[in-house]
């Protein structure tokens, strides 16, 4: 009986807006459709499904929806008990991660703006993924399209006044991975050696500040902040741009005051907000410590914000 479920759903597609006399079969669905329908059962049906009630809410064929069971199983994005399934912890997970980055846009977007007014130039908001950066916002004009940037994308830390600002507030295990991880030049201005790379970071956390001469992309000048308290950074905000190498210092101070009014926008004045620089590694008391490259971290992160 239930491997009669998905033909109302492949009948439907085949159909479509022309009729049945004109339409001709659509190609079948891709493993991540699959799954994307099995996962989706759970939306409309309840916290638990059997294998037969995800056959029937999601139109799969038996045996392809119990071998896509068991793979989200090994992905901890379900939990089985018996003969029901429900939403793992991969998955509250992922909710989490989510969550938690839109808090920090909708609170940094303001501050974002003002920066972008009052500099002039391309502004960022990143956070770290493990070796590597990703861009939550990207506020510019026409003018700054050639700075390779989007929001979304990614680039490596190690080159990035940004991933330099996080790296700079973070364990010395998340910097050491990243020094393994391999630091390639990208321009003859790419810092490429560990102990380099840790005395940049050093400085970073004695200026309270980050640069990027042309270390990533060529003819590309950045400065950046790390968006912290007293601990861990767990962001970071940076201006950039073709040219602006000589506005570097003097931009400084607004991104580490933007830096500081995301920070106040998010947990209030009764937080501390010094930029005091502390050794990789220190771990203040009192204060939660995230690790941005572990999910489970993100979750518990994301409650305590």
């Known amino acids: 009986m239930t491997t009669h479920a998905a033909e109302p759903v492949q009948d439907m597609r085949a159909v479509g807006a022309a009729g049945p006399a004109e339409a001709g079969p659509l190609p079948p669905l891709s493993l991540l459709e699959k799954a994307a329908k099995v996962l989706s059962a759970f939306q409309s049906g ?27 199983v090994q992905l901890r994005w379900l939990e089985r008990e018996g003969r029901d399934y429900r939403l793992g912890m991969g998955m509250l997970e992922l909710g989490a991660m989510a969550s938690h980055h839109n808090r ?15 500099t002039g130039h391309l502004v960022h908001l990143t956070v770290l993924d493990g ?4 861009y939550l916002e990207r506020i510019g004009g026409s003018d700054d399209s050639g700075v390779p940037s989007r929001t979304g994308g990614r680039q490596p830390a190690y080159c990035t006044a ?59 000048f950045c400065v950046a902040a790390p968006l912290r308290g007293a601990g861990r950074a767990v962001a970071a905000i940076s201006v950039c741009g073709h040219g602006v190498h000589r506005d570097l210092e003097r931009i400084a101070p607004a991104v580490r005051g933007c830096a500081r ?11 501390r907000t010094e930029q005091r ?9 009192g204060v939660p410590q995230p690790s941005m490259d572990n999910m489970m971290t993100w979750l518990r992160f994301s409650d305590w914000m």
Request: a positive charge; zero cysteines.
């Open 46 to 72: 309840g916290p638990r499904l059997t294998l037969t009630e995800v056959v029937q809410r999601s139109g799969i064929r038996r045996s392809s929806a119990h071998r896509i069971l068991d793979q989200l």
């Open 104 to 118: 920090l846009r909708r609170a940094a977007l303001p501050h974002l703006h003002a920066l972008h007014e009052a």
């Open 131 to 134: 070796p590597e950066v990703v």
């Open 162 to 220: 940004s991933g330099k600002a996080i790296l700079a507030f973070s364990d010395a295990p998340v910097v050491e991975q990243v020094i393994r991880n391999g630091l390639r030049p990208r321009t003859p201005r790419t810092i490429t050696r560990p102990d380099p790379f840790r005395a940049e970071l050093a400085l970073v956390r004695e200026r309270g500040v980050a640069f990027d001469q042309e270390e990533g992309f060529r003819g590309v």
């Open 261 to 271: 009014s995301v920070w106040q926008s998010m947990f209030g004045p009764g937080r």
């Open 277 to 285: 620089a502390e050794p990789v590694g220190a771990a203040p008391a």
